[in-house]
């Protein structure tokens, strides 16, 4: 199994700064794709980004341009940089581990950061 605990919430202002980081632990060999999701009240999570185990990444439109995403291998740690932050960032974001290198797959899950954005 896999363990993942997020950090780097917070408060933050329009127009700032602020880095998430999920550490992973467990049978972190396993894990191929990691992303990051976020779910803001009354709506549904939604991707916000994500990188394989290779490097390639995907981004939601709303954040291209201004996340980046990025992965550790050798500190089992994921992060999401996000800079030019708005308002409508705001939400819990969740760090997610596609557990499936190793039989059968599995769908981890941090217990999410909160991220506040005020104008």
């Known amino acids: 199994q896999v363990q993942l605990v997020e950090s780097g919430g917070g408060l933050v202002q329009a127009g700032g700064s602020l880095r998430l980081s999920c550490a992973a632990s467990?049978?972190?060999?396993?894990?191929?794709?990691m992303g990051w999701y976020r779910q803001a009240p009354g709506k549904e999570r939604e991707l916000v980004a994500a990188?394989?185990?290779?490097?390639?990444?995907d981004y939601a439109d709303s954040v291209k341009g201004r996340f980046t995403i990025s992965r550790d291998n050798a500190k089992n740690t994921l992060y999401l940089q996000m800079n030019s932050l708005k308002p409508e960032d705001t939400a819990v974001y969740y760090c997610?581990?596609?557990?499936?290198?190793?039989?059968?797959?599995?769908?981890?899950w941090g217990k999410g950061t909160l991220v506040t954005v005020s104008s």
């Open positions: 997610n581990a596609d557990w499936n290198l190793c039989i059968y797959g599995m769908d981890y």
């Open positions: 467990g049978d972190t060999i396993c894990i191929s794709a």
């Open positions: 990188v394989t185990s290779g490097g390639n990444t």
